[in-house]
């Protein structure tokens, strides 16, 4: 076997085993699936184990160990592509390739796969083809992708459509996606250029009055888990360690999140100057933004506004002119599991490992990326951090509620006249963001994604914000006709299901324990016992390692907390046990296969 | 105080279940003052002779045999237990389950080494004698309603004596932590 182009790749990476993502996303790219000889190759020159190799390939679903198709069709299969026609598109892909889903065609030009959330929830169904963004699909365009792929074009010429507004036109993107900004707060206004507080701010503040200043502010995390911000940075810059490092967080792998998908777009130079400014705060030299695969298709263009960065002195040595402010940034991307988000998982993967969560403590600001002393903020709170620098701390605390200042970015899908993002100040209730988004008829609304909250109309009058109803910023709408239970609960149950990174043993099975008592109840072989079981089992989900697992059965526990009716209007009464056991069906086939007539 | 009424099967299981249950040791002799058996290989009383009070399920649901041993059980038996492994998750037996049927035959009565000269006519078993193999091996509570789980691949015997006792005696059962850890 030809080994030298492994090899070169394996070389372009330092036979760094820490780079061990970047390597097999290479070769992925290169190949379309990772083949088994390569593993060899890559153990031998990075000096690990070729186990280790596998158990890290094995772990992402954009690796892939068998060919996959010249062209790779991975299909949204999130709640939000299932409402707006995910059926329709997935069954002419079907009918169109001759082949299934979890399949590749005979001729092995297309593959169908299924996929997670991929970060389009306001424009589905949505797929990548190769890596590139295809948003809105509808059987028409299958077909006429499908019939551009057997006539062999490029990725780029699949489809006729145009290209989505603001950046997604420019050439380093070229992508079919849409911004829909629907509403812009101090956050996304463009009344900011890039490396201003960099420039204009740091010479006369100390890090440690910046750190004051992000206090002064109560920013808080906007990844989910609302950590004080000034705090963190902090930690960071009293934790012992010659080198320290800033990572973004933009994995962005909650469905129906995709804000940050838009302010990578559009703000780019804002994240990496938040970037920077938590660089100077905590004494760090290195930044990483951790991007999920998804994104691929930003790629071109994030390293290109690095570039322009570095030029202008807003990256590398003595930045803006402060002597001694080193720090640079570089991408790291994932390759496809949700759990990768949490931040140390996050750390595992960056340092070429498969993503399973750390215990904690130590936290990440104390023992981070490669041991060392490392910061973890999600996108849009190093945007904010920077607006709150620029603007000053007063003006910040001027917007929101008394326990959450500011603005929240909140992405906004399902049933709804005008989904998008929107930069809302804290303190809305969820009737106001409906009345905003254009959504009549609305039967039930998950707040935070599926690790979130299913709220019915009765507490439509509930506020967002940290001491409410709390969100990374996941706001699905569902109308009267949708079926909260086959549709909603099951999808995010099989979501998770998908995404445990399966260390933990209720995190690994009670998903699915869950899943099997739903449908059971689904397919009318429902008891109470049943409704009491799916109340007390998810207890044992506190246990788990990480918030994946903690929040898990969210979708069970707060659906039957709030829509308990849909429930038990599918439970048989006067029946105290029915495991829908058919003795028929269950030999059926076991006797066509001897030959015999089953005597029952 | 009448004795209680025991009955205990094995279904798709090893008897390791059953040998556990033996290890209770002497304690078999107090066992003797509080109970008598009635359909158990223990005794080797092949059919329920009367009503039960508790009967012990080892072993998993895998061919129409078990499924009926198994309703008949729960027709007798006032508390149902499953015991054990196999019969609470289907066990060892269970690993068949991601293999399709047809396989899972072809191995057992073609192709495996210990059959592969000795079935020449190269048959699928298919009286009508014989049980009728299921899709799956089902745990039992996914037949019938079963009341108490001991886990153990076997439970231990301590278990099993204090579960039965306070079964039998009303009292509150003990499980200490030795007898419910496994490593
Ligand atoms: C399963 C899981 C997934 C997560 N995904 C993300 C994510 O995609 N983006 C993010 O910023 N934070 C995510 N988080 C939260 C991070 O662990 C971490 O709290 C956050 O990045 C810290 O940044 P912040 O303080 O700026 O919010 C996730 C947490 C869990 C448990
Ligand atoms: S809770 Fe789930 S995702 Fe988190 S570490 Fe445990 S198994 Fe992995
Ligand atoms: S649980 Fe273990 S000991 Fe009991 S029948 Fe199954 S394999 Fe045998
Ligand atoms: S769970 Fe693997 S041996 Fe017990």
Redesign the interface.
């Known amino acids: 076997m030809d080994t030298k182009w492994i090899e070169k790749i394996v070389d372009r990476y330092g036979r760094d085993k820490t780079r061990l993502m970047d390597i097999l996303i290479e070769i992925q790219q290169e190949k379309g699936y990772i083949p088994s000889d390569t593993l060899p190759v890559i153990a031998r020159m990075t000096g690990i184990s070729q186990a280790w190799v596998e158990q890290t390939v094995s772990f992402y679903h954009f690796f892939r160990r068998e060919p996959s198709g010249r062209y790779a069709v991975f299909l949204n299969n999130s709640v939000v592509a299932n409402m707006m026609g995910r059926d329709k598109v997935a069954r002419t892909f079907e009918e169109e390739t001759g082949c299934q889903f979890g399949e590749v065609s005979e001729d092995g030009l297309i593959g169908l796969f299924d996929t997670s959330c991929i970060g389009m929830s306001d424009q589905e169904p949505a797929a990548l083809i190769n890596g590139k963004v295809f948003t809105r699909l509808t059987p028409f365009r299958v077909r006429e992708i499908v019939r551009n792929m057997r006539a062999g074009k490029p990725v780029e010429e699949l489809s006729t459509s145009g290209y989505g507004g603001g950046s997604n036109a420019l050439p380093l993107i070229r992508a079919e996606v849409r911004n829909n900004i629907q509403r812009k707060g101090p956050l996304l206004e463009e009344n900011y250029e890039t490396g201003t507080v960099l420039r204009e701010k740091l010479r006369l503040l100390t890090p440690e009055e910046v750190i004051w200043e992000v206090k002064l502010s109560e920013l808080r995390g906007r990844g989910g888990a609302g950590f004080p911000t000034g705090l963190k940075w902090e930690f960071c810059r009293r934790a012992k360690g010659e080198k320290k490092y800033i990572f973004c967080n933009a994995d962005e792998g909650e469905p129906g999140t995709f804000k940050d998908r838009v302010l990578l777009t559009e703000y780019p130079g804002l994240v990496f100057e938040g970037m920077a400014l938590a660089a100077y705060a905590a004494g760090a030299s290195e930044g990483i933004l951790y991007i999920r695969y998804e994104y691929k298709y930003l790629e071109r263009y994030l390293n290109h506004v690095l570039e322009e960065m570095r030029k202008n002195n807003l990256l590398g040595k003595n930045i803006a002119g402060i002597e001694g402010f080193d720090f640079d940034i570089r991408l790291q991307y994932g390759a496809g599991a949700y759990v990768c988000g949490e931040e140390s998982a996050l750390l595992e993967s960056a340092e070429g490992k498969r993503g399973e969560p750390r215990f904690k403590p130590p936290f990440p600001v104390e023992k981070g990326y490669l041991g060392r002393p490392t910061i973890i903020n999600n996108v849009e709170t190093l945007c904010a951090a920077v607006k709150i620098l620029y603007f000053g701390s007063e003006w910040y605390r001027t917007m929101g509620t008394e326990n959450s200042k500011g603005t929240k970015v909140l992405s906004i899908s399902g049933d709804c006249r005008y989904p998008g993002i929107y930069e809302l100040e804290w303190g809305y209730t969820v009737n106001d963001i409906l009345d905003m988004a254009g959504a009549d008829d609305v039967q039930a609304v998950q707040v935070g994604g599926p690790s979130g909250t299913l709220i019915s109309p009765e507490e439509f009058s509930r506020i967002i914000c940290y001491k409410d109803l709390a969100t990374g910023g996941s706001f699905i709408i569902f109308n009267n006709r949708r079926d909260i239970l086959r549709d909603v609960v099951h999808n995010f149950m099989e979501f998770f299901i998908e995404e445990s990174c399966g260390s933990c043993v209720p995190c690994r099975n009670m998903p699915w324990l869950l899943k099997q008592k739903l449908e059971k109840i689904l397919s009318g072989h429902g008891v109470w016992k049943d409704l009491e079981d799916l109340e007390k089992w998810p207890e044992i989900m506190k246990i788990n390692r990480c918030g994946l697992g903690q929040t898990a059965a969210n979708p069970v526990i707060t659906s039957l907390r709030n829509f308990r009716a849909l429930y038990e209007e599918k439970i048989q009464k006067g029946r105290?046990?029915d495991?829908g056991?058919d003795?028929e069906?269950?030999?059926?086939?076991?006797?066509e296969?001897?030959?015999?007539i089953?005597?029952? | 105080m009448r004795k209680k009424i025991i009955a205990t099967t094995s279904l798709a299981g090893c008897f390791g279940c059953h040998m556990s249950f033996l290890d209770i040791d002497e304690r078999i002799l107090d066992l003797v003052e509080l109970v008598e058996f009635d359909k158990s290989p223990i005794d080797d009383i092949k059919k329920f002779t009367r009503e039960c009070d508790i009967g012990l399920i080892e072993g998993g649901v895998c061919n129409?045999e078990n499924?009926e041993v198994l309703k008949e059980f729960r027709k007798h038996c006032k508390v149902l237990v499953s015991f054990g492994e196999c019969a609470i998750m289907g066990g060892l037996p269970a690993l068949r389950n991601t293999v399709p049927?047809?396989e899972c035959?072809e191995e057992a009565y073609l192709h495996g080494p210990s059959v592969e000269e000795a079935n020449e006519e190269m048959i699928?078993?298919?009286d009508?004698e014989l049980p009728?193999?299921?899709?799956?091996v089902?745990p039992c509570?996914?037949?019938?309603?079963i009341d108490y789980f001991l886990p153990g691949c076997p439970p231990r015997a301590d278990l099993i004596w204090n579960t039965l006792y306070a079964l039998v005696t009303g009292e509150e059962v003990k499980i200490p932590y030795e007898v419910i850890k496994y490593d």
């Open positions: 105290c046990f495991e056991f003795l069906k269950a030999v059926e086939e076991s006797c296969v001897v030959g015999r089953p005597l029952i | 129409s499924v049927i047809r035959f699928l078993p298919n009508e009728m193999i299921l899709d799956k089902y509570h996914e037949v019938v309603k």
